[in-house]
Structures are given as structure tokens and as C-alpha cells.
């Protein structure tokens, strides 16, 4: 079983960057697809962005599309995610997942569909 460590949390400000990363340990992470979901207070853990085994297709939910990138380096073992013109909506726990699936999945943005999580960073956007 993969094991997920998120880093690069923070406090910003509306319309500032930041770029998470997840360092994922374990011989299965080239071989799922992996995602990022968040939680704010109150609120359901909601998907945020995956990207596929293989040829690297990414998915967006529509709050993020244009804002947020997604990508995955399998030499090193990571996932990162820029976010730029960030909001105070996107304030929340932010958590990699590795998925079950590997290039595609109808049910990519169901929490369902991911089995390994991480303990989560705390994002933090200041209006």
C-alpha cells in the first residue's frame, strides 16, 4: 500500500500562489491514478483535481478548472498542485488520494474511487 505525505500549505492572500505537493512512498504509485480533494469547515471532502496512470490526463472540478494544475512526476514519486489566483472559497484541508483506477474512471471525482489518503494541509486564503 502506497503511503501519501501532502506539504505546502500556508496562509495567502486573495489572488496569491501556492504550490502543493504530495511525496507518495510505496511500489503502486506509478500505477493508479492519483487525486487531490478538499474539506472545508463544515463541509463535505470534495474533489479537486486527478490525474491518470500513463498518458497523464488530468480532471478538474469546474471551481478550480482554469486555476488549478495538476501533474505527477513518477521518477521522483510526487503530485503536485498549483493554484494561482486563489480564493477565500478554497480555503480548507487539502488531501492527496491514490485512486483505484488507473486512465479512466466515470466516477473520478467520487471519494469511492480513491483507497489511500494522506493527513491533509491546511490551506488558508486571507480577503
Known amino acids: 500500500q502506497v503511503q501519501l505525505v501532502e506539504s505546502g500549505g500556508g496562509l495567502v492572500q486573495a489572488g496569491g500562489s501556492l504550490r502543493l505537493s504530495c511525496a507518495a512512498s510505496?511500489?503502486?504509485?506509478?500505477?493508479?491514478?492519483m487525486g487531490w480533494f478538499r474539506q472545508a469547515p463544515g463541509k463535505e471532502r470534495e474533489f479537486v483535481a486527478a490525474?491518470?496512470?500513463?498518458?497523464?490526463?488530468?480532471y478538474y472540478a469546474d471551481s478550480v478548472k482554469g486555476r488549478f494544475t495538476i501533474s505527477r512526476d513518477n521518477a521522483k514519486n510526487t503530485v503536485p498542485l498549483q493554484m494561482n489566483s486563489l480564493k477565500p472559497e478554497d480555503t480548507a484541508v487539502y488531501y492527496c488520494a491514490q485512486a483505484t483506477w488507473r486512465r479512466s474512471s466515470s466516477d473520478y471525482e467520487d471519494r469511492s474511487a480513491y483507497n489511500s489518503w494522506g493527513q491533509g494541509t491546511q490551506v488558508t486564503v486571507s480577503s
Open positions: 510505496g511500489r503502486t504509485f506509478s500505477s493508479y491514478a
Open positions: 490525474v491518470s496512470w500513463g498518458d497523464g490526463t488530468t
